[in-house]
């Protein structure tokens, strides 16, 4: 909810400007999945452009690269969507990722009336160069849409998007030595033992929806609600595609806020059900595998909230943004916290160039993971 409310909200009051970013970070994964240690850069480009007083367009492009070290049990990207029904290995490694990104859209304000519709890409392989070597996929489509009425200083708007998921996941051996065995999972702890074996190419397919209704300010309070939906299933590949288990996922979320002329706070709260089944099948004859039952077997429920802040310092020459968030998982006991400082330069007419440092501790389960990162850029 919070980036659909970040994109109207910028829809609505930020002015024609052009931002080009460079950034990297470093740091230590918080779980398994994510390695020991994790690295990477990223560049960025954002713009909105008035084509006239009341029309406008916008548009932003990325591209993330990032090596994350020994990872270990999971194969699989987009590993906390997709979760429990991964693609399982005993050894792990070194995995890399690539990430390409694209968003842009159109928007309107005439008569009080605000809309906006926008298309947006992602596309993204993880992949690791030594056996088992694991290789993903992954298209994200998302189309969304706007209308709302504005008045004065607020805008109320209703929204609502739709989208299609796919994940291949391929994993390969090279290795003279032999392979290891490749696991799917049936839940968090238990593999699929029918279809556990050298079972080495899946897919994962799914749709995506969403709804909400939110109160946007230039100054004053903020507020939404929004429900997301999202349903995906795994297939394997056996000669023909073999479903073997399906997901679906509702997420209710609520955010208040106060947005003033230097400073902002939000706090945001929601819930997020998890819903799966898994598919039985009879004997295999001919490489035909009859469906006998599709059985519900994984329900998991999680209760999340978010609280941001950040606050603009005007100096005599640029500025300084302070920032600072914190996210608090109940279900998994985890907590996320991070600051922002942000120092913006002017350059020469409409020019600025800024430097921006971060830093993030996630507490879990007794332990700790942190990261920093640095990013420079201009805006003009």
Known sequence: MSILLVILTALVTDTARTDLTLSGHFGQGTELYEGTQIGGFSVEAKSIYDITSSSRIFGEASYHWE?????????????????????????????RRETYAFYG?????????LWHAAL?????????????????????????????????????????YGGRYKQNNEIRFYSELGETTIYHMAND????????SNNKLSYYT???????????PTTGFMAGVQY???????????????????????????????VATRWRVTATAGAELKRGELYLYGDNANNYYELLFIVPNYSKNLVFAHVYGDYRLPLPVGDMLFAAKVNYDMFLQRVEEGVQVQYTFPLKKRYSWLVRAQARLTQFDNAHAWQVGLSTGLTF
Not at 154 to 160: F, G, N, T, V, W
Request: glycine residues 6%.
């Open 105 to 113: 859209g159109y928007r309107m304000l005439k008569n009080h009336i």
């Open 228 to 258: 997301d939906w999202f349903r995906f299933k795994k297939e394997l590949s056996i000669n023909t595609q073999v479903p073997i288990a399906a997901l679906t996922t509702h997420t209710l979320s609520a955010q208040i806020g106060y």
């Open 67 to 95: 090596d994350c070290k020994q990872t270990r049990y999971v194969d699989n990207a987009d590993y906390r969507l997709v979760a429990p029904y991964w693609t399982v290995d005993s050894v792990g490694g070194d995995m």
């Open 120 to 160: 947006q890409f992602r596309a993204e392989q993880s992949y690791r160069m030594r056996d088992p070597r694991a290789k993903n996929k992954v298209t994200d489509l998302r189309v969304e849409a706007s209308i709302g009425y504005q008045w004065q200083q607020y805008a109320l708007s209703l929204q609502a």
């Open 206 to 216: 799914g749709y995506r929806a969403g709804v909400g209704v939110q109160l946007l």
């Open 189 to 196: 702890t238990e593999p699929y033992a029918r279809f556990s």
